[in-house]
């Protein structure tokens, strides 16, 4: 049955998994394609020199891309099942709400883990090829966040779809947002770097509060 739901989900959201994937490889590519360009202009000590003595990673581009990535993965897997009323005939299946839900949900967060190793694996091999090791650690640490905000947004995002009741989804947003403005608080290269260790499993754990949206629509909750 986990197969099925996991198939499921595949029909419904490959066209925007196989997009997001492409378009934020595509902000990588550009992103490796202004640091050759730079370092072909100015040379590749200027460059160094730059990462080292200023608040620069030269990937600023990538910020928020993360971030619209989860978004918009959560709003095409999730908006379908409110509006087409799916959830409801979804839950209705011989199988525990828990397996259904976390089974939705897994599936989501699997798309984003590899869409998020796909992209630091591209930029590693990319960086590594014009910087040494403790520079190409630099930029990607400091990239981490963003990509930790990409897989909060998705979880806060299906908290807020599946909820029911309309005027909680509004108080989701707004704690949506505020949990979202926390990754971005600090621009400065590796800010984040003692928060890693809470920062990376609450990224994770944020997928889990759908559940309880999921658990307040089977109660019954609605407006």
Known sequence: MIKAIFYKEWIKTRWVAISAAIISLGFVWYSCARIEKAILIKGAPYIWEALLTHDIVLIELLC??????????????????MQQKRLKLTLH????TLTIAGSMVLYGLIV?????????????????????????????????????????AYGLTAWTCLEPV?????LHVFVAA????????????EAYNGSLWWILPLSVL?????????KRFKEGKQD
């Open 64 to 81: 928020y891309m993360p971030l619209f990535v989860g978004l918009v993965l959560a709003l095409a897997q999730y908006v379908p099942e």
């Open 93 to 96: 299946l011989p199988v525990e």
């Open 112 to 152: 984003l883990l590899f869409i998020v190793a796909l992209n630091f694996v591209v930029l590693a091999l990319y960086l590594q090829k014009f910087f040494a090791a403790e520079l190409v650690s630099r930029i990607l640490l400091t990239a981490l966040p963003w990509y930790a905000a990409g897989l909060a």
């Open 166 to 170: 309309w005027k909680r989804r509004l």
């Open 178 to 189: 505020f949990l979202l403005r926390l990754f971005f608080l600090i621009p400065n290269p």
């Open 206 to 214: 944020f997928p889990g509060w759908a559940l309880l949206s999921i």
